[in-house]
């Protein structure tokens, strides 16, 4: 069933301007919490993708001159657009996506965030004039802008995974397309109409939906593109990252994770379960940074287990995220739930023992119970891949060198926690630990001032921070001679 809201968007937006595919192809966009129909999107491909381009290419021209003083004030109008219509955002967000509306008005402004601060980043550009060796010469360093940004971004955060990277951009003066998961479109192309009302010029931002394969294709082969950056899982970044090496890109990869979380028997037990739940049952585990392996030490093992799984029982409430109280919004698709069934039958079959959930929950819509596994080990299907979905399975370790030595071996590197009320383990665990992202006592730690990138197969660059703009700006030297003695 089609729904209204003044966000909703069913055309991309190109130069301005909203338009239908070329051959006014389009696909469904489906609610995964009831399985109905909320519209369609265009399906666009490599011609639409390339006037996208174009149109970013052309803008950037002028758009680079504008001084970082007229590009923050447009910024700031932009992040008070998005929070002077948070709630019609996040209805958009919530039936496109599934997450209960609570979180989804978190995550978007949380993007708010992202683009106001770099609103003030814009500001902060600042270049070297560097002592000469020379007495008739000069040296001077300035940053600016790559140019046009191909933008590939995932479902989980169809707002916030947008807004990261767009801040960024806009405040180095970059122009950007943006290609949103054919899962949550209406967000992505939100921010067309946002544009609209917050005066950016025309091309600035694009918005296009389509066959991902031939819109990346076309983003990695385009001259006109300067870089790529993409958020997603660690396949289809090798695929982007390889196209667009093949091209001389800079490539920006936010990819998959395997985060272990770690508690130590001098922890607090009851922070840790609290950290345990925001960190794992976050957006029902669809995020990048979710717990995936709780190694828990021999000592508290038990007590941990049964605190886990008396608070999984009364804090988690699976359900249609317009509906209060609920907490745990639906997978995002049938390929989803059967992931989380997989690793979860794989673990039962190797010895995992199930204390709370285990199974899907009737009625419509792509849902699976909260789930709390014991027993396991690292044969299990789980250690090894990122399950993206609310499964918790603990490990059992016996002391620090193993659970460090275990919490490593891994392919990805982006988030990490581990609880412990010892100084001296906190500083050893930190330094040791193999990822980019580091919880210590803290189960979520994502913030607009802090750098947020993976090492590994977890891809490579920053977001957020001051260090987010580095990407997204080249260095230029200028040697001033001839200036006599
Ligand atoms: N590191 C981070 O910040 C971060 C954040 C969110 C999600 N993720 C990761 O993303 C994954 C889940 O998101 P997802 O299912 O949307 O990932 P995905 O890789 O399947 O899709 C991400 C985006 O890539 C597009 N895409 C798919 N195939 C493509 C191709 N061949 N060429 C170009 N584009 C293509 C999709 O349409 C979508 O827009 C998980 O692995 C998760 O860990 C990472
Ligand atoms: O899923 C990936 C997101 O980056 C998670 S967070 O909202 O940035 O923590």
């Known amino acids: 069933m089609s729904f209204d809201n003044a966000f909703k968007k069913e055309a991309i937006y190109i130069n301005g301007s909203w338009s239908a595919a070329d051959n006014g192809a389009t696909v469904e966009v489906i609610n995964p919490a009831t399985d109905e129909i909320i519209g369609t999107i265009p399906h666009c491909g490599r011609a639409e993708t390339a006037r996208a381009i174009s149109s970013a290419h052309t803008a950037f021209k002028s758009w680079k001159k504008t001084t970082a003083e007229e590009r923050s004030k447009l910024m700031g109008r932009l992040a008070d657009e998005i929070v002077a219509n948070l709630d019609e955002l996040a209805l958009l967000l919530t039936a496109e996506m599934g997450k209960p509306l609570a979180e989804a008005k978190g995550e978007i402004m949380g993007g708010a965030k992202y683009i106001r601060f770099f609103a003030e980043e814009a500001k902060r550009v600042y270049g070297d004039i560097i002592p000469s060796p020379w007495g008739d010469r000069r040296i001077l360093v300035t940053k600016e802008p790559v140019g046009v940004v191909g933008a590939i971004t995932p479902w989980n955060f169809p707002n916030s995974m947008i807004a990261r990277k767009l801040g960024a951009a806009l405040a180095s003066g970059c122009t950007m397309v943006i290609k949103p998961s054919e899962f949550t479109p209406y967000s992505a192309l939100a921010y067309g109409i946002l544009a609209e009302k917050a005066g950016l010029p025309a091309g600035v931002i694009n918005v296009l939906t389509g066959e991902a394969k031939d819109i990346g294709e076309e983003m990695c082969e385009n001259p006109q593109v300067a870089k790529i950056t993409f958020t997603g899982s660690t396949r289809v970044?090798?695929?982007?990252?390889?196209?667009?090496?093949?091209?001389?890109?800079?490539?920006?990869?936010?990819?998959?994770?395997?985060?272990?979380?770690?508690?130590?028997?001098?922890?607090?037990?009851?922070?840790?379960?609290?950290?345990?739940?925001?960190?794992?049952?976050?957006?029902?585990?669809?995020?990048?940074?979710?717990?995936?392996?709780?190694?828990?030490?021999?000592?508290?093992?038990?007590?941990?287990?049964?605190?886990?799984?008396?608070?999984?029982?009364?804090?988690?409430?699976?359900?249609?995220?317009?509906?209060?109280?609920?907490?745990?919004?639906?997978?995002?698709?049938?390929?989803?739930?059967?992931?989380?069934?997989?690793?979860?039958?794989?673990?039962?079959?190797?010895?995992?023992?199930?204390?709370?959930?285990?199974?899907?929950?009737?009625?419509?819509?792509?849902?699976?119970?909260?789930?709390?596994?014991?027993?396991?080990?690292?044969?299990?299907?789980?250690?090894?891949?990122?399950?993206?979905?609310?499964?918790?399975?603990?490990?059992?370790?016996?002391?620090?060198?193993?659970?460090?030595?275990?919490?490593?071996?891994?392919?990805?590197?982006?988030?990490?926690?581990?609880?412990?009320?010892?100084?001296?383990?906190?500083?050893?665990?930190?330094?040791?630990?193999?990822?980019?992202?580091?919880?210590?006592?803290?189960?979520?730690?994502?913030?607009?001032?802090?750098?947020?990138?993976?090492?590994?197969?977890?891809?490579?660059?920053?977001?957020?921070?001051?260090?987010?703009?580095?990407?997204?700006?080249?260095i230029k030297y200028a040697c001033f001679g001839g200036l006599g003695a």
């Open 237 to 474: 970044g090798k695929i982007l990252a390889g196209n667009a090496g093949k091209a001389m890109k800079k490539i920006s990869m936010e990819l998959g994770g395997n985060a272990p979380f770690i508690v130590f028997d001098d922890a607090d037990l009851d922070k840790a379960v609290e950290g345990a739940i925001a960190s794992k049952f976050r957006n029902s585990g669809q995020t990048c940074v979710c717990a995936n392996r709780l190694y828990i030490q021999a000592g508290v093992y038990d007590a941990f287990a049964e605190k886990l799984a008396k608070a999984v029982t009364e804090q988690l409430k699976p359900g249609n995220g317009l509906d209060d109280g609920v907490t745990q919004g639906p997978l995002i698709n049938e390929a989803a739930v059967k992931k989380v069934h997989e690793h979860l039958e794989d673990a039962k079959s190797k010895g995992g023992k199930v204390i709370v959930g285990g199974t899907e929950v009737d009625g419509p819509g792509t849902f699976f119970q909260p789930t709390v596994v014991t027993g396991a080990h690292a044969e299990m299907r789980v250690a090894r891949e990122e399950t993206f979905g609310p499964l918790a399975v603990l490990f059992k370790f016996e002391t620090e060198a193993e659970a460090i030595e275990r919490a490593n071996d891994t392919e990805y590197g982006l988030a990490c926690y581990f609880y412990t009320n010892d100084l001296g383990r906190s500083f050893r665990v930190m330094e040791a630990l193999e990822y980019g992202l580091v919880g210590v006592n803290e189960g979520v730690i994502t913030t607009e001032v802090a750098p947020f990138g993976g090492v590994k197969d977890s891809g490579m660059g920053n977001e957020g921070s001051k260090y987010g703009l580095d990407d997204y700006l080249n």
